[in-house]
């Protein structure tokens, strides 16, 4: 049994350990800090000026133009840069079709898009992950069309989906047309408004089905078999199998690797630049070609600035509600309200 005299003081606290450790997290935010202030600067900064630029009537050549109206040589406006402060951007957003037919292009492509990438990637995974002879050779042909560029993926789309000269595709449905009798059957991929935006998710999925594939692919090798063999000799099929084990284990992955691509997708440009140019019309033109065009074909670059707020908003409630969906998803699944 332990005495009084048995029981030791606790030794004193080192001063000197936290002495080191207080010095350690100085000199490493001494150092991190010029990283952190030129990243803050290249990120927070442009988003403050291009908010200020939306609420002017600013352009291209705007002083000499505002110089020259007013009859002197020093430029009027706003502390004498040649632009007035105004709503007019915000304002003409709600009664711009060009806007409108754009943001709905844009949001087609996210919810189209989105759904074609994850359902072949979901199924390329599923195929995949099944034991055969060239297993390897297959996984790496699969993602082949993601290690392209953008630009280059576009150029092949149209090699593919063009009349003219005759493509692969277009001569498949020759012979297709030829065999039910209609010798003149052609699907208009870029020349129709209807199938012109189907075509862009086309091409754009092709590129990046690759992306899902590999991160379902790489959930799937990674649940334990244990569960699958528990299945098994419960009675479960393959496709109970899937959708009571595969599936649910790969809805976090699953949610990610979706709102990645939706979040890029409101930035394709690329595809659409080299096959269509936004045609026929704008039927396929992105919110993302419309600000381009805005600013620098026509060089009004408060509008510019303005249309990009709106992308920046539809970027904002599109992440806001998909990861409230997620996370309710994701309780429900388990079994918390």
Do not use: C
Request: proline share 6%; glycine share 8%; no cysteine.
């Amino acid at each position: 049994m332990a005495t009084a005299t048995d029981i030791k003081p606790l030794p004193p606290e080192d001063n000197s350990l936290s002495r080191e450790l207080r010095e350690d997290t100085i000199f490493k935010r001494f150092f991190l800090s010029p990283t952190v202030i030129v990243l803050l600067l290249l990120s927070i900064f442009p988003l403050l000026w291009s908010l200020g630029v939306s609420f002017t009537n600013f352009q291209r050549n705007a002083a000499q133009q505002a110089a020259q109206a007013a009859g002197t040589a020093e430029p009027s406006g706003f502390l004498g840069l040649g632009f007035d402060l105004t709503l007019e951007n915000y304002q003409r957003v709600l009664t711009d079709e060009h806007l409108h037919v754009t943001a709905r292009n844009t949001l087609i492509y996210v919810f189209l898009g989105v759904t074609v990438q994850y359902a072949f990637g979901l199924g390329l995974a599923a195929l995949i992950n099944q034991n055969f002879f060239g297993q390897t050779f297959f996984r790496l042909v699969f993602i082949l069309p993601m290690m392209i560029t953008p630009v280059a993926a576009g150029y092949l789309g149209r090699m593919m989906f063009e009349k003219a000269p005759p493509s692969a595709l277009s001569q498949l449905l020759s012979t297709i047309g030829r065999a039910i009798g209609n010798p003149t059957l052609n699907i208009p991929f870029f020349t129709d408004a209807g199938w012109a935006p189907i075509t862009m998710v086309l091409i754009d999925s092709w590129q990046w089905i690759p992306f899902m594939f590999l991160l379902l692919l790489a959930g799937m090798q990674a649940i334990p078999e244990e569960i699958y063999e528990a299945a098994r000799v419960d009675g479960a099929n393959n496709w109970q199998q899937f959708w009571g084990i595969t599936f649910p284990i790969l809805l976090p992955i699953s949610l990610t690797a979706i709102l990645i691509r939706g979040l890029e997708l409101f930035k394709l440009v690329d595809i659409v630049r080299v096959t269509t140019g936004g045609g026929p019309g704008i039927a396929t033109e992105p919110l993302v070609m419309y600000v381009f065009r805005t600013a620098l074909d026509f060089g009004n670059f408060g509008y510019a600035a303005a249309i990009s707020y709106i992308l920046l908003v539809l970027v904002i409630v599109f992440s806001t509600l998909f990861l409230a969906i997620s996370r309710r998803i994701q309780r429900s699944q388990l079994g918390v309200e």
